[in-house]
């Protein structure tokens, strides 16, 4: 018998769906004729699943085709009041998930916050079918039965709480058997305001006879009196009172308060606040340009006037944020808002001071770092409109946008633009440019370095093209040294392992002049690996194809793939030799040296192990712009875009380590990594000096960044990139196949292989074993494509991919087998 629902569908409308899933497309449901009026896309909705699981979706689509190949079910209900997911962002999910090969479910469950995505919670409700029963309860069930009839409700997640999880099945059963709850799913929001109790004074006591009357009553409650006079003083200057800052200023308790609201002279209120209320001062000064400056504004006027992408090329250190400020006050001067894209959080943190002082309140701060709750209420704040700038790293393009008029992405050539995992792998450099063009906004791209695919689009014609050729106040470019590293064999014996003398030397200068150092070595932890001299034997992760590194700060050896951490080992379990030696060095290794070489320097390092803690990187930052640090050793984090005034010597440990990647990007990675992080010397006074040890000097990426040479690297570079055939001649496509066992991986890569190879203009290279082979005792082979810059082919090639990965997984005995597509790979 049909249910009432399929009955009344005739002249029905029906909404696509799109749930938090990886399902190949949005879902169809029925739309009930009470719910059509008040229905409108980007709106969050309450339907089923499978067997009446339920989920909250997003409404893609509103239409009246019925489904042919299934019976609609009916929405259940609708969660929001306003759409939470405009019509523009829709669209852009749609192109993301289409160019990137990813589902609508995995773009929703990239876009959107974690508390957005509503949660489905069982509760149990106390409904006894017998009132006159007196129950005998197991002491595991009783305190959750006391619980229940008191409550009348709880949560599983309550319940597990109350009786523990080894209980949780045995009390739940229980309960059930003797018919005294009843089950409910529901689903619950999980974000929660954040609320702050604000105390204000009853209305019988706000004329002034009645205040003195009260001041006199209270005489013989000195403490009672005093919290009354706080209050007073506290409302003369706040619009609100807040009990944390009434407490905090008459030093009483919260009884004293609440025994004041109980006597009926104050009312205690919860209300919600602001997590990210902004308190400094707006500073409404004039941007003042050097004429370099002046010349290269003008120029980015006209090219946006012509075209809507431009990349404005600026040495380190020459300014370019000050166009930035300027270019986002006309933007916002004309109604609209900007979106100012960073490739890293700790970027924003020394920026956000800067751009606070400038736009004040108007400006949204949207990053990882965020607690899930800060983060709806930045999405609320640019859903309104009240954030008139936003500046983040690539998550900040989900952001629900009213009118953009641009996008910045500074340091456009950085790798941490795009997202690994997981999908959808997206870079933000270019869907910032695809977002731009749906608002009909402008685009800057900006670097010191740019990439090479940006640099060739620029000299195409395809952007406006602009260049900023000296520092800020024409302060000099830093001089670049080279060391031969060989000479370090001369000082072991002293005890010198990594530091060259004319290195050292140059430190001890630089200390002496009250400047700071930066050191620069682009690996972590103690040493990244250890070797047996007898053998040969290297210490590896059982979980991952990779040796391991030890961390002197844990004592143990780490995986840096899986996280696994081990006991150093002093015996070798090949030979039965304790000759186990450390090789190469990472930055905890300098750190040691370095300490011991200066004893009186205050030094830091900054790396992802000491970076974890959500104010570590504000906190070193704030210590190294108030030199209150001498060294800071660091890994790639300190090359990007930092500005320290006290900075006059850079040493770049190994380059060789930079230089001899397996990889077509290496020499574009090794010049703008060595390039960037040169640029952190003598940014104020030009007196900044680079050094940087290797074996390998000759090596021509050395020579260009000895000269600042970005068209010299660029010649050279575009020439091997055109005759082998690599961006920004080609696309690439890479397809990661994983499996526990390595023999189903490789047949799976090998399938993907044979099919992509049957489309014309495509070289397949593959199957191979990744770079690192194994990662959590999963076997990785990968299949690399390289296709004509054709968005035919492309499109074939996706879809074909999509459709063998579709077959190969849905085959018994492929449950686990991971395909993993990674469209334009970094």
């Known amino acids: 018998m049909p249910s009432l629902f399929a009955v009344q569908q005739e002249g029905m409308r029906f909404a696509d769906v799109i749930l938090p899933l990886n399902l190949p497309q949005a879902l169809t449901y029925g739309i009930p004729h009470e719910m059509q009026p008040l229905l409108v896309q980007g709106m969050r909705v309450e339907v089923s699943l499978g067997r009446n699981k339920l989920y909250s979706g997003i409404v893609a689509r509103i239409h009246n085709d019925k489904p042919e190949a299934y019976e609609v079910k009916p929405i259940k209900s609708i969660i929001d009041e306003q759409p939470i997911v405009n019509h523009t962002q829709l669209r852009f999910w749609q192109w993301i998930g289409h160019y990137y090969a990813a589902t609508p479910g995995e773009v929703m469950q990239s876009a959107l916050p974690s508390h957005l995505k509503l949660i489905g919670e069982t509760t149990l409700k106390w409904a006894p079918v017998h009132d006159d029963v007196v129950y005998e309860w197991s002491d595991a069930a009783y305190p959750a039965a006391e619980a229940l009839e008191n409550r009348k409700e709880l949560s599983i997640s309550d319940l597990r709480g109350l009786v523990g999880s080894r209980h949780l099945t045995a009390v739940l059963n229980e309960l059930l058997e003797k018919e005294v709850v009843q089950i409910y799913d529901e689903l619950e929001p999980a974000y929660k305001p954040k609320t702050e109790r604000v105390i204000s004074l009853a209305n019988k006591y706000r004329d002034d006879k009645a205040l003195h009357q009260l001041f006199d009553e209270l005489a013989r409650a000195p403490k009672q009196l005093d919290v009354l006079m706080a209050y007073t003083e506290l409302s003369i200057k706040n619009k609100l009172v807040r009990q944390y800052d009434l407490l905090e200023r008459s030093h009483a308790t919260a009884a004293q308060i609440k025994s004041l609201a109980d006597k009926g002279i104050f009312k205690i209120e919860e209300r919600e606040t602001d997590r990210l209320e902004y308190t400094g001062e707006v500073v409404n000064k004039d941007i003042d340009f050097t004429p370099a400056q002046q010349i290269a504004y003008d120029e980015l006027a006209t090219g946006l006037h012509e075209k809507n992408v431009a990349l404005l090329q600026g040495v380190t250190g020459s300014g370019k944020t000050l166009i930035y400020i300027h270019k986002i006050k006309e933007c916002i001067a004309q109604g609209k808002q900007a979106l100012f894209l960073l490739p890293e959080i700790g970027l924003t943190t020394q920026l956000v001071s800067r751009l606070y002082a400038y736009f004040g309140d108007e400006l949204g701060v949207y990053h990882s770092r965020f607690s899930n709750n800060e983060r709806v209420e930045i ?448």
């Open 379 to 826: 999405w609320e704040k640019v859903r309104l409109g009240k954030y008139k700038v936003v500046i983040g790293p690539r998550s900040a393009l989900w952001l629900p946008y009213q009118q953009l008029g641009l996008i910045i992405a500074d340091e456009e050539h950085d790798g941490s633009y795009k997202q690994k995992d997981p999908a959808p792998r997206f870079h933000a450099r270019d869907a910032a440019i695809y977002l731009a063009s749906l608002h009909k906004a402008k685009t800057i791209l900006g670097s010191a370095t740019p990439s090479v695919e940006s640099l060739y689009n620029a000299r195409q014609g395809k952007y406006a093209y602009v260049r900023l050729q000296e520092r800020y106040m024409g302060v000099n470019m830093p001089s670049i040294g080279m060391i031969n590293a060989a000479t370090l064999e001369q000082f072991r014996q002293q005890g010198i392992k990594l530091i060259t003398p004319e290195l050292f030397k140059a430190i001890a200068d630089t200390l002496e002049k009250k400047k700071q150092v930066i050191l620069f070595q682009n690996r972590r932890g103690y040493a990244p690996f250890q070797l047996c001299t007898m053998c040969g034997w290297v210490p590896q992760c059982k979980n991952c194809a990779v040796s391991l590194t030890y961390h002197k700060s844990t004592d143990k050896l780490h995986c840096h793939y899986c996280g696994q951490k081990s006991a150093i080992i002093h015996t070798c379990p090949s030979c039965g030799s304790n000759r186990i030696q450390s090789k190469s060095f990472g930055t905890e290794k300098i750190e040691e040296e370095i300490q011991s070489l200066f004893p009186k320097a205050r030094t830091a390092r900054m790396d992802i192990d000491t970076m974890r803690g959500k104010q570590s990187m504000q906190q070193l930052l704030d210590e190294v712009e108030k030199r209150k640090i001498d060294i800071l050793i660091g890994t790639q984090m300190v090359v990007k875009g930092l500005d320290f005034a006290g900075v006059s010597l850079v040493g770049i440990l190994s380059a060789d380590s930079l230089l001899s990647y397996p990889d077509f990007r290496v020499n574009e990675r090794a010049f703008q990594l060595m390039e960037q992080v040169s640029g952190r010397a003598g940014r104020t006074d030009g007196a900044g000096t680079v050094l940087i040890q290797g074996h390998n000097l000759a090596h021509p990426v050395l020579q260009w960044v000895q000269q600042h040479d970005v068209d010299a690297f660029y010649e050279q570079e575009i020439k091997y990139r055109e005759y082998f055939a690599y961006p920004p001649f080609a696309r690439l496509i890479k397809i990661s196949c994983k499996h526990k066992d390595e023999p189903k991986a490789v047949e799976a890569a090998m399938r993907l292989a044979q099919a992509v190879a049957t489309i014309k203009g495509v070289a397949v290279q593959g199957p191979v074993p990744a770079l690192v082979a194994r990662i959590r005792n999963q076997y990785i082979q990968e299949v690399w494509i390289k296709c004509q810059r054709d968005n035919k082919v492309l499109d074939k090639v996706k879809q074909l991919i999509i459709t063998e990965r579709r077959n190969i997984t849905s085959e018994r005995g492929n449950n686990a087998l991971q395909i993993l597509i990674d469209i334009d790979p970094q």
